[in-house]
């Protein structure tokens, strides 16, 4: 199971603070790239973070189970 968390606009654009996704070995280009689609998420600028860690969205780890993917909305400020 793959853990997703929204963050912010995210959540309003979702509906969800979270879901889950009952597989892995899925590349993380990919899970982004159905999320946006689902949600249609393209107009929100956001981050992307595998287990805490803000990795770049369009790369291509492959996500395994009990991973914690969280997408967390541009921050604006100082």
Request: glycine fraction near 6%; proline fraction near 4%.
């Amino acid at each position: 199971m793959i853990k997703i968390k929204y963050f912010g606009a995210l959540v309003a654009r979702t509906k969800l603070r979270g879901e889950n996704i009952y597989f892995s070995g899925l590349k993380l280009s990919q899970l982004v790239a159905e999320l946006e689609l689902k949600y249609r998420l393209n107009q929100l600028p956001f981050s992307v973070a595998v287990n805490q860690k803000i990795i770049d969205k369009f790369s291509n780890p492959i996500l395994k189970s009990n991973d914690t993917v969280s997408l967390l909305p541009a921050f604006v400020g100082v």
